[in-house]
């Protein structure tokens, strides 16, 4: 009995069976179960096999060893089969066809791809050749001729189908092609593949990648049936846009819907968590994990790790990376990223060099963290000894993100010179944040010529960038060049550009108290002014100086800053000794600056403040930051 049973998949290599004893039914059998089990090279050499023996291959034999060619990328050998195709009179066969039109793609041989279409008469009237060709030109990046394809069929009255349309969809994933895909939806509405589920997935999908979420979000909301997969799509979608707030909305939905997330939604739920310093959220989420069982699951403790520390806790943060028991470059990535934006720069060192020591070599990202480390903590030459070697030793090229960590590294040293060298000597086109970097500096050494330059060239790039305008306003603000403010005022204007509003908040016992600049809602509106004007007071007496007329009259128009008063919120309402953590959507101004440290050493607590840049820490009348930002 034994005997006559089918050669089995986990058959040792060395194991040679009596293959004249196998019928070509038999044959097929293996190569589809080696196919499934993605064992493309044992399935190819079991296919010279069976041409050695006295069986031949039939139509339902080819597909299997053409999408081990194609998985394999074996362009030759994928030929080589093409002529036993032909050679059996099986070319013809619709799955024959398929499979020799996605192997040629997968190859990269389009070309070929494409006359085998075309020279096979069959072909003209099969969906399924269509769809094969359709993706490969997709998968190629070749969206238009995919398109005129598409057109074709239709023109010729072939059946579209969902197949079709999850090959074609997808290529609509970025801005430029928003409107192909707007009318690939309407042609999907037209054929009534809309209440396919998975095409819908597709077209929200392509949505959200071309930014407009409020389609996507819509096509969410018109759906009759939400699975898992949909969920993870819109959420992703919103967690993509940077639009945080919506990504918690929707999960405090789809928990309430009780559809179980995956590690794929709670990716996405952690990453907006860390976006908005959502602490309180973020550890629910970490609870939510264990509970699932998803608690060793690679992908999440690297989310949970910049969650934590985004949100200001370190200690946290680190215990989850000590605990990983296998850590690759992103996790160490993430550590060193987390110890650098809260200015712990030689610990940030310490780590990147362990990493190296560990046998995992730095990519991109973890140099762009360790060189924004030595930024943040003025470790000049450690950052310049870094960059060197990232082409000299790693083989790393450096890109613009690099370049403006070295930018803003020189900057704080106060070589802005060589920072303007840099950039004009480096093979590295600047972008706005390089040039923006050198606009910071300039700020900090109140250089109003080289600003003046840096500003040309940001605004040529990120020409409605708000934030680099003010910059130049305040520079000119500081030097008293009154015709430079009314400059950048009259482009401000003409460019119908507004501040954008200031904001910060806390966490206390799990909720978040919000503050915009001069807000007076709070309930304890009147305890937190009082308190406010009783710091301002003894600030004044320990500094001696007292708030440029910029900033009095920013206050009389605005109000007080928001990050004040939720500091003084803090105060009131936390024990002592205790740590206040406040998260700013835009850098904090000098003069909160100063008063942030000062109120440190007046009151004896520690606050931490992350604002656009990074976090600063400030105790005992210092700022980890070392008044640099």
């Known amino acids: 009995m034994a ?23 038999t044959w097929n059998t293996q190569l589809k179960d080696l196919s499934k089990q993605s064992q493309f090279t044992e399935a190819l050499s079991l296919f010279r096999q069976m041409l050695r023996s006295s069986s031949t291959p039939n139509a339902f034999t080819f597909p299997f060893a053409l999408k081990s060619c194609a998985a394999l990328s074996l362009p030759i050998n994928g030929q080589q089969l093409h002529c036993h195709v032909i050679k059996s009179g099986c070319n013809p066969e619709p799955f024959v066809l398929t499979s020799l039109i996605t192997m040629y793609c997968k190859c990269r041989l389009i070309q070929y791809a494409r006359k085998v279409f075309d020279e096979t008469h069959v072909s003209l009237n099969l969906t399924v050749c269509y769809n094969a060709m359709i993706s490969g030109y997709a998968s190629n990046s070749m969206i238009y001729d995919a398109v005129f394809l598409f057109r074709k069929m239709i023109e010729l009255g072939v059946e579209v189908n969902s197949v079709t349309a999850l090959g074609l969809v997808p290529c609509c994933g970025s801005p430029e092609y928003f409107m192909l895909g707007w009318c690939l939806h309407g042609c999907c509405m037209k054929v009534g593949l809309v209440s396919d589920c998975s095409v819908t997935n597709c077209l929200l999908t392509m949505y959200v990648k071309c930014g407009s979420v409020e389609f996507g979000r819509r096509l969410f909301d018109e759906m009759d049936e939400r699975g898992l997969i949909t969920w993870n799509a819109m959420i992703s979608g919103y967690a993509q846009n940077g639009l945080a707030t919506d990504v918690l909305e929707l999960y405090e939905k789809m928990e309430l819907c009780r559809v179980v997330p995956d590690p794929v939604t709670l990716v996405g739920v952690l990453s907006s ?181 840096a500003f040309e060239h940001v605004i040529e790039l990120e020409p409605t960038n708000i934030g680099y305008y ?160």
């Open 273 to 453: 968590c860390a976006h908005l310093g959502a602490h309180s959220i973020g550890r629910k989420v970490e609870k939510r994990i264990h509970e699932l069982g998803f608690g060793s699951n690679f992908y999440l403790d690297n989310a949970l790790i910049n969650m934590y520390a985004r949100c200001g806790n370190l200690v946290k943060a680190h215990s989850i990376f000590d605990a990983m028991p296998m850590k690759t470059v992103v996790s160490w990535t993430g550590i060193i990223g987390g110890y650098g934006m809260h200015g712990k720069g030689e610990v940030a060192i310490e780590l990147f060099d362990k990493m190296i020591a560990s046998g995992i070599m730095p990519d991109k990202a973890a140099f762009v963290c360790v060189l924004s480390a030595c930024s943040h903590a003025g470790l000049t030459c450690r950052g310049l000894d870094y960059f060197s070697a990232m082409e000299r030793k790693y083989r790393i090229q450096p890109g613009p993100e690099h370049l403006s960590c070295m930018v803003d590294l020189l900057g704080r040293a106060g070589r802005l010179g060589e920072a303007l060298d840099l950039i004009k000597s480096t093979k590295v086109k600047p972008d706005g944040a390089v040039w923006g970097a050198l606009l910071g500096a300039c700020k900090i050494h109140k250089n109003v010529e080289l600003a003046e330059l």
């Open 3 to 25: 005997s006559k049973r089918p050669l089995l998949t986990l058959t040792p290599p060395h194991y040679k069976p009596n293959i004249s004893t196998l019928t070509a039914t």
């Open 470 to 629: 003010v910059l130049l306003f305040n520079i000119y603000s500081d030097v008293k060049n009154l015709e430079g403010i009314i400059k950048v005022r009259v482009m401000m204007r003409e460019r119908k550009l507004k501040k954008q509003p200031g904001y910060s908040y806390v966490e206390q016992n799990s909720r978040v108290h919000l503050f915009l600049a001069g807000d007076r809602r709070h309930p304890q509106t009147q305890e937190i002014y009082n308190k406010l004007e009783e710091l301002e007071n003894l600030v004044n007496e320990l500094d001696g100086s007292r708030k440029s007329d910029r900033e009095r009259s920013e206050e009389l128009v605005v109000g007080v800053h928001s990050e004040k008063l939720a500091i003084v919120f803090g105060l009131l309402n936390t024990m002592p000794e205790t740590e206040i953590v406040i998260i700013k959507n835009l850098r904090i101004c000098e003069n909160c600056h100063r008063f942030m440290k000062l109120v440190s050493k007046i009151v004896a607590r520690q606050f931490v403040i992350r604002d656009a840049t990074r976090f600063h820490h400030f105790t005992n009348g210092k700022c980890s930051c070392k008044d640099y930002w």
